[in-house]
């Protein structure tokens, strides 16, 4: 039977380097991880792995196991369209994780967000977790076993959380925290299952790519400094006509209407922010689209974070590519 690593899933090999799963020859007997991973985790040596995954193949076998719920989980700054999309391709039982709650202000209510993902998708199983805080974990672990789940496969795209998610579930069945964890595309490279008890398998899936997802525009070393790491503190700015907000070298947005308006910022405050007069040049050399919002909206950045906009406006927006860009009605 060949070997897995416990990281990623792949088969480890010793005969091709530039392949997943690749290990040297002379500890490939004892290893537990591929080189690939055991440099994540040891080294925070990242590198993406060049491999095509057929996605919907992989939403086909999970559909037609019979024994399988899925959980889905999603990362709370970046519930978009695409995510809705996927999560109606399933037709197993599933519950659907906002990840991340420690993020997000604790001002802000969950039931209001929840309702919003409800009205969706044709998911009714909707709650909030924290895996660094073990918020609602025990909560999601006992209505499973209540549910008499018997295979749960952890979906999601990148970066939404389900690596360490699966090993906050492992450490608190007193297991060893072994699954890769990363914010890079294809760090799971296959399905990897682990046995949690006689009851209950799970398997970890290889992540959803967004083609539209801001990390597919930086490189790693830029990418990690984008990601909050603690509770936000949202920045809000009156943003007079004639006048835009700039986010480090990323993100511009303008408010060209006659009207004053509110911007808030629902992504890391840590960034670089600042206001400047319209006429300001900086970043005006990125692509850029306008909008017209007729109600209080949520302006996306897919993979950053959103924007919110309390009035009606008129806007130009600027950012690494258009398609990152979604506008949706206000979400909280």
Known sequence: MNKKCIGCGSTLQS??????????????????????CFKIKHYGEYSVLDKKIDFQGLIRNINSDSLA???????????NENIKSYINKFKNKKYILITKRDILPKSLKDKKII??????TNAQDVMFISSVKNYNIDEFLNKIEKDNVRRLYIVGFTNSGKSTFINHILSSKSMKPVVTTSNIPNTTANYITIKINPKLTIVDTPGFIDKNAIYNFLDYNKLIKLYPKKEIRVKTFQVRPNYSVVVND????????????SFSFYMNDKLRYEKVKIKNDKLKTLPNLEKTLEEKTDVLINGLGFIRITKESQIKIYTLDTNLIEIRKSMI
């Not at 997943?20 to 690939?36: P, Q």
């Not at 719920?69 to 519930?79: G, K, P, R, T």
């Not at 990323?250 to 308006?261: A, E, G, P, V, Y």
């Open 115 to 120: 309702e919003y993902i409800k009205n969706q």
């Open 15 to 36: 005969i091709n380097i530039s392949k997943e799963g690749f290990v040297k020859s002379s500890v490939i007997d004892n290893a537990d991880y591929c080189e690939r």
């Open 69 to 79: 719920s899925i959980v889905f989980l999603i990362d709370v700054l970046n519930i």
């Open 250 to 261: 990323i993100l511009r947005i303008d408010n060209i209407s006659n009207k004053t308006n």
